[in-house]
């Protein structure tokens, strides 16, 4: 019997947090696993949307601003007619300054929250790129422009 309530009082206790309590605990966790890994997965829903900081651009930190220029360098001068291996070496290019921006980063607080907003888009939109059908890698490199262009319009070193 002793036993019993041994494991009854842990199992009582784990089970008696609320789903709102489960939901924030989920939240820092995914937001932990996210800091400095690019490999984890972007939140599912996001509570904000990339917004400037009271009418001003978000400062963030200069390493940060090389490594998106140059996938916005890469991307621009890419022709989208290419073939699947360019394609494939572009991922590569992109990807590499991807992994070097989350190295290096050292933004914080809000800023940080809003450059992932900005930044997490990208992994999937990257994928897209090793795709064997070549409508979906033009449309893929599109939309990274697209985003790519949002960084100078919310950030600024």
Known sequence: MKYLF??????????????????????????????????????????????????????????????VEKMIGRTESFQLNSSAEKYQSLFDSLDADFRYIF??????????????????????????LKSPEEHIRQEALENIREQLSLYAIYFTN
């Open 6 to 67: 041994a494991f009854l009082i842990p199992l009582t206790l784990i089970s008696s947090c609320s789903p709102e309590e489960k939901k924030k605990n989920d939240n820092q966790d995914q937001k932990s696993d996210i800091q400095g890994d690019p490999e984890k997965k972007e939140p599912e829903s996001k509570a904000e949307t990339l917004r400037l900081d009271d009418g001003k651009k978000w400062k963030v930190n200069p390493e940060t601003t090389v490594g």
């Open 103 to 128: 190295k290096k980063c050292t933004t914080e607080g809000v800023a940080h929250d809003q450059l992932h907003i900005m930044l997490f888009p990208l992994r999937g939109m990257f994928n897209k």
